[in-house]
C-alpha cells in the first residue's frame, strides 16, 4: 500500500508566525500536488511539482518538492486568518500519473 | 482548470435508502473521478469512470454498493446503495487535465451525505 504521511495534522498559530508542513513517502512520484480545501468546499489545487528539487512560490507560499520525489513542504511565511484550512498534500504515482494518493490533511488555523 | 458542479450539495437519507450524486463538468473529460471524504478524513478514491466503460474501483469499494454511470464526456453518476450511517461522508468528484508531462486534479465542491 503506498502511504503519504502528512505532519502535522492539527496546527494553531498566531497571525504573522511562519509554518511548514511536511508530506514524506517511501514511493517516487512524477508529480505532487498542494491543495487547500474549507469547509463546504472541495480542494482547490495551489500547485503541482513536477521535478526533483522544485521550488515554486505563490504569495507567501513555498512549495518544495524533493530531490528523490518521495517529499514535499509547503512553508507559509507571516500566516493570515485567510491562510485557515486544511492543506493536503497528493502524489502521482510513477506507474500511474493519473491517480492520486492523498495525504492524511494538515488542519490550519491561523488566529488574529 | 475546469469547472465542475454537483447536485445535491447536501442531502440526508435514511438508512437503508439510495442517493444518486451528479457530477457535471463545463467541456469534455476521458477521467472523472469519484472520492469519498469521511469526517476530518482525507481523501479516498472510490473509482475511476471512462466514458464508454466500466468504472474502475479501488480496494475497499465494489460496483453494488457505489454504482456508477459515465453516458457522455460532461457528465457522471455515483450512487450510494443501501445507505447505512457509516456512508455518512463528503463524495466529491473531480477531473483531469494535461498539464507538461503530468495532469493535474480539480475538484467539484461535493455533496454532503447524511445518513439517519
Known amino acids: 500500500t503506498q502511504l503519504l504521511e502528512q505532519s502535522p495534522q492539527f496546527l494553531s ?82 506507474d500511474s500519473s493519473y491517480k492520486l494518493i492523498f495525504g492524511s490533511g494538515t488542519r490550519l488555523l491561523v488566529r488574529p | 482548470s475546469a469547472v465542475i458542479s454537483q447536485k445535491p450539495s447536501r442531502d440526508i437519507c435514511q438508512r437503508g435508502t439510495s442517493l444518486t450524486i451528479q457530477c457535471q463538468v463545463d467541456s469534455q473529460v476521458t477521467m472523472m473521478f469519484w472520492y469519498r471524504q469521511q469526517p476530518g478524513q482525507s481523501l479516498t478514491l ?6 464508454g466503460s466500466e468504472a474502475t474501483y479501488e480496494s475497499g469499494f465494489v460496483i453494488d454498493k457505489f454504482p456508477i454511470s459515465r453516458p457522455n464526456l460532461t457528465f457522471s453518476t455515483l450512487t450510494v446503495s443501501n445507505l447505512s450511517p457509516e456512508d455518512s461522508s463528503i463524495y466529491l468528484c473531480s477531473v483531469d487535465r494535461p498539464r507538461g508531462t503530468t495532469y493535474e486534479q480539480y475538484f467539484g465542491p461535493g455533496t454532503r451525505l447524511t445518513v439517519t
Open chain 1, 13 to 94: 498559530i498566531q497571525e504573522g508566525e511562519n509554518l511548514t508542513v511536511y508530506c514524506n513517502s517511501s514511493s517516487v512520484f512524477s508529480s505532487l500536488q498542494w491543495y487547500r480545501q474549507e469547509p463546504g468546499e472541495g480542494p482547490v489545487l495551489l500547485v503541482t511539482v513536477v521535478t526533483g528539487g522544485e521550488v515554486k512560490k505563490l504569495k507567501r507560499l513555498t512549495f518544495q518538492f524533493g530531490d528523490a520525489r518521495k517529499d514535499s513542504s509547503l512553508h507559509i511565511t507571516a500566516a493570515q486568518p485567510g491562510d485557515t484550512g486544511l492543506y493536503l498534500c497528493a502524489g502521482a504515482l510513477m
Open chain 2, 46 to 51: 472510490i473509482a475511476t469512470a471512462n466514458q
